[in-house]
Each structure stands twice: as C-alpha cells, then as structure tokens.
C-alpha cells in the first residue's frame, strides 16, 4: 500500500519537477564551490608570486625624461608617456655610483640616446645676417638754390633721373639777382673812387655761385640778365624732387637729392648675440634675391653701438664698390659670415641638443665610465657663447668626457 502510494506521487508530474529541479541545484553547488576553491587556490599562487616579486621591486622611468624613477608602472608625470622598467634593486654593478641614471639596454633603445666625446676646438660660428642696400650717405648731396625768386624752368623733372657734375638742372627767375649786377656795373664805373665796393660785389655774386667768367662777361658787356641756372655738384640719381616750375623759393632751398650709387652701403641687421662674433674690417660675402648666383662682397665699416629696442638688433655697414650699377637702394641681401671669436681658443664645444635647461641651471648628463650597465650622471655646466648648433662650455665637462645628445 505505501509502495504503491510512493510510487504514485513519484508519477505525478509536480512531484517529478520538483525532484529534477533538486537534483540540478545540487549538481550546480558542487560545480561552483570546486571553482571557488580553485580560484582561491589561484589568487593566493598570484599573491605569493607577488610577494617574491616584491623582494625585488622594478624601478621604472620616462624614455623621454630619465630624471624620472618610479618604483611601480604608471604614466611620466611630465609628458604622460608609459614608463619602461629601468633597473632592478640589488642587481647593478657595485662600481655605478648612486647617484647615476642607470638604463637598461632596451630603455636606451627606446629613447633613442646617443652619445658625443667632448673634444676642444677653436671656436667658430656661421652668422647669417639680413638686410638691404642702401644709398652710401657720404655720396648723397642737397641741389639748393643760391638765390630767391620763381623757378622758371625745370631740367630735371622726376625721381631717378640720372644727372652729370655741372648740368643745369634748373633755371632761377631772381630780381635780387638782376639788382646785384646792376651794382656790379655801377661799382665798374667807380672803382677808382671805391675800389673796395668794386670787390664786395663781385665776391656778393661768386657767393651765388657766379663764376669769374660769368662776372668779367657782365662787366665787359654791360648786360644783365635776372635768370641764372643752377647746376648739379655731383654725379649720381635723383633719389627726392622737392619743387616744381614755377614754385618760389629762398636761398638754401633743397631742389633735388642727388646720389652717387658708384658705391653703396649694405645694411644688415644683426642680433646681439651675433655682435661678438663681427669686427669693423671684416669682409663679407653676401647674395641678392634679385641677382642670383651672383655674390658680392665688401667689408665691414661700422657697427651701430646702440640696439634697436624692438628688434634687438645693430645696424652692420658693409661697402661695396658698384661699377656696373648692378647694386640697386633696397634690394634685399642675404650674407652668411664662418665668424671666430678672438678672445676664445681652444674651448670645449658641445652640441646644444646636449643642453638641458632647468630653471637658472644648464646640466648635461655624462655617461660613467667602465659599467657594465649604461650609467649617466647629471651635471652642472657654465655655458659660454652660443655657436649656433653648440655651445662654448666655460666650465662644469672637460674633453674625453662622454655626453648624452640625443634622448636627454
């Protein structure tokens, strides 16, 4: 009876679930807790792993920026990069000092260093200087009139015309003039009374610049005429017209600025910290974009002592000879000067990418010598000129030591 009971509820379909949902919970507890178990067998393998990697501790640093040493993985706090392993505690060469960078070979290759020998030479700088070509002051002259009156005639009429010594380049309408000669005639007809006033007014009249000739003709003649025509004193271009016919003007009234391009002036602009590098007399050599694949050349005649206070430059004179004309006011000049520095010889001369800046400080790193392990030592420097790519060192290295100039 209580079997057939039994067997009755087993066939019922609820009862058969349930027993199927019993059996399935208990198969899964067996299942998990035996992953439990092994992953918790796991986890304490990982953290004695740990613990013995520990005893040993990874110092690891910046391929970019080596000053940094940290003792677990994470970013450089100077560039963000990912630091690399450097070193492990306890296995470096005994002979490194401890205050040394020491790089393992694979971070040296990551951060690309290279190393230079210092070496002593004579210092020599390659100067690159521009500027433009200019009109030589000491050849430019003023055309002034002598006299006052009305412009009656223009002979030169606009700005780069090209004049001769002693060309009429105007013609001046002056009543003080005609009035000056009339007194010259008179003082003829008295110079035995007043021989004194027959000199004043020839002399008044050469001040006008009226020449003997012209004098003797109007005493003999007894013509007077009120134009006179003013001629040119120098040779060159019409660089400024300053009147037109027809325009009044006094004594000493500038007409025209002439100058004399048979010889200019190329002015270039050099920075200060070029200046000690150039030297009245010295030559340089310098191109046109205008005239390529030609080079001129001349020397240095001055040196403007004072600064611009906006560019922080000195005005350089360098002048040159232009016979042919081909040397034209404005052009722009381009000169490149292997410049020495006279009061330094036989310097130690680094490359700047050797250089660092820290604040007031310029280091360099020296890579210690006879280590098993690449080892660099910061040290402090005194920095002389600048060579443009390198630098004069005054003190701080000495020649044989090995310097870091790429990947510092």
Known sequence: MNKNKIKEMTNHPYVRYGLILLAGLFLGWLLFSGGDRKQASQQTASVEEAHDHGAEPAIWTCSMHPQIRMEEPGKCPICGMDLIPLQTTGSGDASID????????EAAALASVQTTVVSRQDPVKEVRLYGTIQVDERLSQSQTSHVSGRIEKLFVTFTGESVRRGQPIATIYSPELLNAQQELIEAVKMQDMQPALLQAVREKLRLWKLTDEQIARIEQSGEVSPLI???????????????????????????????????????????????????????????????????????????NPSLDPATRTAKVRVETANPGMELKPEMYANAHIQASLKQYNNEVVIPKSAVLWTGKRSIVYVKQPDTETPAFLLREIELGPSLGDAFVVLSGINDGDEIVTNGA
């Open 229 to 303: 025509d003013v001629a040119a004193t120098t040779s060159g271009i019409v660089i400024s017209k300053n009147v037109n016919q027809g325009d009044y003007v006094n004594t000493g009234t500038v007409l025209f600025d002439v100058a004399n391009l048979s010889q200019v002036w190329a002015l270039f602009d050099a920075y200060e910290s070029d200046l000690p590098f150039l030297k009245v007399g010295d030559r340089v050599a310098y191109t046109l974009e205008s005239l390529p694949g030609k080079t001129f050349s001349g020397r240095i005649s001055f040196i």
């Open 98 to 105: 401890p205050n040394a960078i020491q790089l393992s070979a």
